[in-house]
């Protein structure tokens, strides 16, 4: 559509003004999950939207979901969303991921040792992950709906924006996560975010090569982290030469 309505999409605020949940979100879950579970009925499920799915017999392998990353975009027509899933073991090891972004025809996906892949427009390729030493370096970041958090958040930017040229907000951690994997972003670094916002970018960018850092925090499984310390938690990744800059 051309242009969207927040009112007739269903959309209602969650934990803030900018926080958003539509009908969308709901359906991309219920039709993600139905898949899983006829595919793989002992797996556990996570999601943004309808919590948590434990099966008699688990398997051990949990998927974590996003169904709509970027619901703010999506409301008002920019094209930066997606769906995100993602499978980890019982160890927390993250086995295979996909990032699924209708607007801009782009579908990512990796398995761990596998490598990162593309696919655009019907033609796939393999991501080679960002650039060393490259000139203009973009940085990837977002902030919190939260006006105090995102206010910590600003003390954290200029630092890492040493010795680059320019920052994007695009306003999905998946899609950035995926887009230091393709090198359109050379860094990317953000606070506060869920799990289910950066499980299957993470490891996207990670099996392109880049180097990524994730926060070290309690599975949704065992009642997920405490909200100090999901939000003092940093999600980073980038070309190997500028891991540095990160405060993690």
């Known amino acids: 559509m051309s242009r969207r309505n927040a009112a007739e ?71 930066y969303y997606c769906t995100s899933v993602a499978a980890c073991d019982a160890d927390g090891n993250w086995l295979a991921g996909v990032v699924n972004a209708p607007a801009l025809r782009r579908t990512y996906w990796a398995t761990r040792a596998g490598g990162a892949w593309l696919n655009e427009n019907g033609t796939t390729r393999r991501l080679p992950g960002p650039v060393l030493a490259r000139r203009g370096g973009i940085l990837g970041t977002g902030f919190s709906y939260d006006e105090e958090t995102r206010a910590e958040q600003v003390k954290d930017f200029l630092p890492m924006m040493k010795g680059l040229s320019d920052m994007r907000r695009l306003g999905s951690a998946a899609l950035d996560l995926c887009m230091v994997a393709d090198a359109t972003l050379d860094a990317y670094g953000e606070r506060g975010l869920n799990e289910h916002d950066w499980a299957a970018g993470a490891l996207i960018a990670e099996e392109s090569g880049a180097w990524v850092h994730r926060p070290k925090l309690a599975s949704p499984l065992d009642g997920g982290p405490s909200e100090p310390d999901r939000l003092a938690a940093w999600v980073a990744a980038s070309a190997t030469d500028l891991s540095g800059r990160f405060p993690i």
């Open 9 to 79: 999409l269903n959309a209602i605020n969650k934990s803030g003004d900018g926080d958003w949940v539509t009908s969308f979100d709901i359906a991309a879950e219920e039709a993600v999950r139905g898949v899983i579970t006829a595919a793989r009925p002992d797996d556990a499920i996570t999601g943004e939207e309808l919590g948590t799915s434990l099966a008699e017999n688990f398997s051990g392998i949990r998927w974590s979901i996003d169904p709509l990353d970027g619901t703010t975009n999506f409301i008002r027509n920019i094209v």
